[in-house]
C-alpha cells in the first residue's frame, strides 16, 4: 500500500527556522540527534534526513589548528569566528 502524501504549512521564525510536524519526523524516524540534508531545487527546498552509518561514518572532531585554518580560509569576520567558537566548545 502506497502511504497518502503529508502536506502541511508551517511559517518560519524570525532566523527562518522552521518545526518538521510529528508525523513527518516519526514516518522518516527523524529524532533531535538526526541530522537534515537540505537541497534547494528551483523554487522548492528538499529536506531529507541523513543516515550516519557503517564503517567510517562517524563526524570527524578537528582540533584547534583546522578550526582556525577553516575559519580564516572562509574569511569569517571575528564576531561570527567567535561565535563559531563558543558554539563548538558547547556554550
Do not use: C, H, N, Y
Request: hydrophobic share 40%; net charge positive.
Amino acid at each position: 500500500m502506497v502511504e497518502k502524501p503529508l502536506t502541511r504549512i508551517v511559517r518560519a521564525q524570525a532566523k527562518g527556522q522552521i518545526t518538521v510536524p510529528a508525523e513527518f519526523r516519526e514516518r522518516l524516524g527523524i529524532s533531535k540527534s538526526s541530522f537534515l540534508r537540505l537541497t534547494l531545487r528551483g523554487s522548492k527546498i528538499e529536506v531529507s534526513p541523513v543516515q550516519l552509518s557503517g564503517e567510517g561514518a562517524d563526524l570527524r572532531d578537528f582540533d584547534r589548528k583546522e578550526l582556525d585554518a577553516f575559519l580564516e580560509e572562509d574569511k569569517i569576520d571575528a564576531r561570527t569566528a567567535a561565535k563559531v567558537r563558543r558554539l563548538l566548545a558547547g556554550g
